[in-house]
């Protein structure tokens, strides 16, 4: 396959999509650059790829999601690094794409440099979140286990569900957030729709701080109080 794009020529009305196969590993590098940064999110999986064009929902919950780190973060003292939407590709797997959010726990201090990241000898984000409110077209569960991220929150709106990746490479599904256990991750839907209701940011600022205040905080202090227990294993 030729592709004879000019950077920043792809564009795409919201919701458009459309997969090519065939497409190799080189030529996947030619439509990230062709792509820019205009708003495209694109999957490759072992030669095929699909861009897409999000609809405004699902940056309405990308953003959710963003903000709700950031308070929990600020609330209760979490050291996280946030990487956003960034492009994440592992040649070997050939597997590239870009999480709605993804971010950093433990692992941040494994980082060589944030200025010259480079997956092949640094560390991938403890945790990424996937937005599902269109289905896509190529697995983007097997792209991410490609890229050998240890744990994926999937939101479609009315579920938040953690998949935590095993040893043989696949993910299975966890009762809870390894990296976040205290998180009841069950109210999540019910909470980003009252947010939603919010006419303006402010007030659905004020909402999540809430919400985290009253119910993620004294989870949390109620796990710390409870006996130690050795981490299990992911199997």
């Not at 990424?128 to 269109?134: F, G, S």
Request: charged fraction near 30%; aromatic fraction near 10%; include cysteine.
């Amino acid at each position: 396959m030729n592709i004879l794009l000019r950077p920043g020529a792809v564009r795409l009305a919201p919701a458009q999509r459309f997969v090519l196969h065939g497409v190799s590993w080189q030529e996947y590098g030619k439509f990230l650059e062709a792509i820019g940064e205009n708003h495209v999110r694109v999957t490759y999986d072992r030669g095929s790829i699909e861009l897409m064009s999000p609809q405004p929902i699902h940056e309405v919950y990308k953003t959710l999601f963003g903000r709700l780190f950031d308070i929990l973060m600020e609330e209760l003292d979490i050291p996280m690094k946030a990487l956003g939407s960034t492009t994440f590709r592992r040649p070997e797997a050939e597997a590239g794409l870009e999480p709605d959010q993804c971010y950093y726990f433990a692992s941040a201090a494994r980082v060589r440099s944030w200025w010259t990241f480079d997956l092949a000898v640094d560390p991938p984000p403890d945790l990424a979140i996937e937005v599902e409110n269109t289905t896509s077209s190529l697995d983007r569960m097997h792209v991410y286990a490609g890229l050998r991220i240890p744990e994926v929150w999937r939101f479609d709106g009315e579920r938040a569900i953690v998949h935590r990746l095993r040893r043989d490479g696949g993910y299975r599904v966890a009762p809870r957030s390894v990296e976040l256990p205290f998180v009841p991750l069950d109210e999540v839907p019910a909470l980003f729709q009252r947010s939603m209701e919010c006419q303006e940011d402010r007030a659905l600022v004020r909402g999540l701080r809430e919400w985290v205040r009253t119910r993620v905080a004294p989870l949390r202090q109620a796990s710390a109080d409870k006996p130690k227990r050795r981490r299990r294993s992911d199997g």
